[in-house]
């Protein structure tokens, strides 16, 4: 009776651990079953052939009666052969201890729970210093469960060091470059799956605890693509969740709301990060952007032939090379590290990183004595991206950042960080500006995608806006022009809704460049449920004071529909009577600014957007002001003037005047042109005392001069009216 008692508790021991129920389906059965749960839960494949799935129990009933071919597997743990969390800082501050000269230990920040977010720098030069250098990210264990991978990056970072002074190639790569080990990315999950006696060996989130629920999927919390691609967004619905509930796949409140994702990404934005990995398992394969749609990167050569070379480097269990697949291959999934890494730094840093996820092994959590094998198998793979590292600088489609504008006289200027990669300028002009809340929901102030008209429902005569109300869909509104909002400052938007309460939201976001988009306010960011009264909400503005464009997404699953969402009175919008091009095709990075024949307004705004081929327009400028005079007085000024000669111009005879107190002025050169930088007039000549340029063939407008003598340089502007 006792021992049926020692078994009863083992069994029940193991239902508590492994709450879940794990299955192996084909593809065929995998795609009908995605259909029919809200979130699946992918712990291994095999490519094209099978998946392995983990279910808890409620989804396993769907899936019973779903008549699906599946097999059951029931995993095995390893628990007391890894080491603890503790043991694993430990055994890293033993290795900074050991080679202290060429390895740093640096703490990013702290976990929900106090635990240390630890990386290790390497560097033959000053590891305590960075300086600049290419950078090589490698990064375990987002999912908690996936104990291998720590034991891997440790072990990479460990082989550096001991080859260091012993093998050429590593000191070379070593002394060159900066290299950044990031062996624990979750440690409350590790904890929680590993340490804890009550935890759950096949915990995949972080514990971080919010309104009841513990964890966040850290791989679907990071910012989006950053690529203008809807479907690559932060919180679109694929492969993720809003349900903070969902045992897997919770995308967080809202974007990088996790520690551990904030300080990853901090290191995207303060290395100069070429390459990066991140390791998961398991599947033997490595995985290259996009996750979340079938669109080529911009890249795609690059990085089809970087994978190609670290996949076959690496060995399968069977000892064969690993495979290489766009992670939408797998399957389509947003918020994750790849995506973001890519995006970001291509669209709103300007220096792209390449990012790989690295699926290792054939199981989660392998035996210890396998693991020496398994790292031998991946170490030459993981060298071959930082070798790679240094491959990457002027291989890359960079994209022209903001310009930074500025006028001065009567010069429009900018500046582009990267503006090599500018092919042209466009120079547009806004005039009539309004502030104002939209009650009337002008739709030319607005870009929109998938959003009606409803003149049923309104809180201000006489519509309101309503989003497809359709399974599966999202929708888009945000604002065409961008807003000077200060820290503090409100955004008002009247709303009514019925979603599916955790599954079917209404974000509200900001974004300065119109790729990077944030929550307005993290308090008033999602809304999901049901509140059928128009409520008006005041939002405060609580980033530094800046030019934003405004964005309101609804997103749908594939699963319960309510009646949607009605969107009336956003405010404050901006909103211009005139919206032109005043300069196309501008190829220097600056412009003499021409006053129209007809001028509204004394009071306009420039905007500069910088072209590139095969992408179009990127990133405009915030808007500078310009006032135009509101008629063209005869005018000649005289930028820089000298007691040795003197400039005139009499309008009557349209005669420029030059005069010196030199009997001569030897190899004089003047120079005019009209307001599209071209060329009109030039003479070359000398001159005693005094000289007169007869200009009658110009015409009303403006002209700038220039004089150039031997020894210096005259800047003159002249209007005639």
């Not at 409350?188 to 799956?193: A, I, M, V």
């Not at 349900?243 to 290191?267: A, F, I, Q």
């Not at 600088?393 to 310009?403: F, N």
């Not at 519509?463 to 000077?484: A, D, G, Q, T, W």
Request: aromatic share 16%; charged share 25%.
């Amino acid at each position: 009776m006792k021992r049926i008692l020692i078994l009863l508790f083992i069994f029940l021991s193991f239902l508590i651990s492994f709450s879940e129920i794990r299955i192996k389906v084909d593809k065929e059965n995998f795609e009908i079953l995605k259909k029919n749960l809200k979130s699946i839960d992918i712990v291994g494949f095999e490519k094209n052939k099978s998946y392995l799935i983990n279910l808890p129990e409620k989804d396993f009933e769907i899936l019973k009666g779903l008549n699906l071919k599946y097999e059951i597997y029931e995993p095995k743990s390893y628990k007391t052969d890894y080491k603890s969390l503790a043991g694993y800082y430990q055994y890293i501050d033993s290795l900074v201890l050991r080679f202290p000269n060429i390895v740093k230990l640096e703490t990013l920040d702290f976990t929900y729970n106090g635990n240390p977010l630890v990386i290790m720098k390497i560097n033959g030069e000053n590891p305590s210093a960075y300086s600049g250098q290419n950078t090589f990210l490698l990064m375990a264990l987002h999912h908690s469960r996936e104990w291998q991978t720590t034991v891997t990056a440790i072990f990479f970072a460990e082989s550096l060091l001991f080859s260091y002074g012993k093998d050429s190639l590593i000191t070379s790569l070593i002394d060159k470059n900066f290299i950044i080990v990031f062996p624990i990315v979750n440690p409350d999950g590790y904890y929680y799956s590993h340490d804890d006696p009550s935890g759950d060996n096949y915990w995949r989130k972080n514990r971080s605890y919010r309104n009841g629920y513990y964890g966040v999927d850290l791989n679907r919390n990071y910012g989006g693509g950053c690529n203008k691609i809807a479907e690559s967004e932060w919180g679109y619905i694929a492969g993720i969740s809003h349900n903070p509930s969902d045992l897997y796949t919770y995308c967080g409140p809202y974007p990088s709301s996790e520690v551990e994702v904030r300080s990853v990404e901090n290191l995207i934005k303060n290395y100069n990060v070429k390459l990066s990995l991140s390791l998961h398992s398991y599947g033997e394969d490595v995985l290259y952007p996009w996750a979340s749609v079938y669109n080529l990167t911009l890249d795609e050569d690059i990085i089809r032939s970087f994978a190609f070379r670290i996949a076959s480097k690496m060995k399968k269990n069977s000892g064969e090379p690993y495979d290489t697949l766009r992670s939408v291959d797998l399957y389509a999934t947003t918020g994750d590290t790849d995506d973001w890494i890519y995006g970001f730094s291509k669209f709103v840093k300007g220096k792209t990183t390449i990012p790989f996820t690295v699926e290792m092994d054939q199981t989660f959590q392998p035996p210890v004595s396998t693991l020496d094998t398994l790292c031998r198998n991946v170490f030459s793979g993981f060298l071959e991206g930082l070798i790679l590292t240094d491959s990457v600088e002027g291989r890359t489609e960079e994209i022209p950042l903001k310009p930074e504008v500025s006028i001065f006289s009567d010069s429009l200027f900018w500046k582009v960080e990267n503006k090599e990669f500018s092919d042209f300028y466009r120079v547009k002009i806004y005039s009539g500006k309004i502030e104002l809340i939209d009650s009337s929901n002008d739709k030319n102030i607005y870009n929109i995608i998938n959003i009606n008209l409803d003149s049923s429902v309104y809180y201000s005569p006489k519509y309101s806006f309503h989003p497809i109300n359709l399974n599966s869909s999202f929708s888009v509104l945000e604002s065409k022009y961008k807003s000077k909002y200060f820290k503090g400052d409100t955004l008002y938007l009247t709303l009514k809704y019925d979603l599916e309460k955790d599954y079917d939201v209404l974000l509200v976001e900001y974004s300065t460049d119109g790729f990077e988009y944030k929550p307005v306010d993290t308090n008033f960011y999602k809304f999901t449920g049901t509140n059928l009264n128009w409520n008006i909400f005041k939002i405060p503005f609580n980033e530094d004071s800046n030019y934003i464009f405004l964005r309101i997404r609804t997103l749908f699953d594939p699963f319960t529909l309510n009646s949607g969402v009605w969107i009336d009175d956003i405010g404050y919008l901006t909103k211009f009577t005139s919206d032109t091009i005043f300069k196309d095709s501008v190829v220097d990075t600056s412009m003499l600014i021409e006053i129209p024949s007809v001028v509204q307004t004394d009071k306009n705004f420039f905007e500069v957007t910088p072209y590139k081929k095969d992408f179009g327009f990127t990133k405009s400028s915030d808007y500078v002001e310009y006032f135009f005079p509101l008629s063209l007085p005869p005018v000649y000024l005289d930028s820089l003037k000298f007691s040795d000669y003197n400039i005139e111009f009499d309008f009557k005879g349209k005669t420029l005047i030059l005069t010196s107190i030199f009997q001569q002025r030897k190899d004089i050169q003047l120079k005019i042109y009209d307001l599209s930088g071209k060329q009109i007039y030039s003479e070359k000549f000398s001159f005693e005392r005094k000289k007169n340029i007869g200009l009658s063939f110009l015409k009303s407008g403006k002209y700038f001069l220039i004089l150039n003598g031997n020894d210096k340089k005259r800047y003159s502007v002249l209007i005639i009216k």
